[in-house]
Nanobody, 121 residues
């Protein structure tokens, strides 16, 4: 079973920074893309950023230039560095990873439990 554990959320003032981490644990063969998504109250979950195993990143337009996603494949960890935070960044942030359980299985999607990020104005 694969578990994604997120950490690093909290309360910060506008203009501040936070770092979110997502670590995969359990028994699995490999991880391909890792992504961060967020869901604000009353809104749909939206993509924030993704990163491939090779390190190629993709960002939502709303966070480009402010957020940086990186990963450490040896530690099965992805880190989202968030800077110049705005009140509209307030949401529950979820980690997502595509994981292959064995060498012959298909990739499956896994989600973390979510971590709250609140940006005060």
């Amino acid at each position: 079973q694969v578990q994604l554990v997120e950490s690093g959320g909290g309360l910060v003032q506008a203009g501040g920074s936070l770092r979110l981490s997502c670590t995969a644990s359990g028994s699995f063969f490999s991880i391909s893309a890792i992504g961060w998504y967020r869901q604000a109250p009353g809104k749909q979950r939206e993509l924030v950023a993704t990163i491939t195993v090779e390190g190629r990143t993709n960002y939502a337009d709303s966070v480009k230039g402010r957020f940086t996603l990186s990963r450490d494949n040896a530690k099965n960890t992805a880190t989202l560095q968030m800077s110049s935070l705005k009140p509209e960044d307030t949401a529950v942030y979820y980690c997502n990873a595509r994981v292959r359980s064995t060498s012959t299985s298909w990739y499956a999607n896994y989600w973390g439990q979510g971590t709250q990020v609140t940006v005060s104005s």
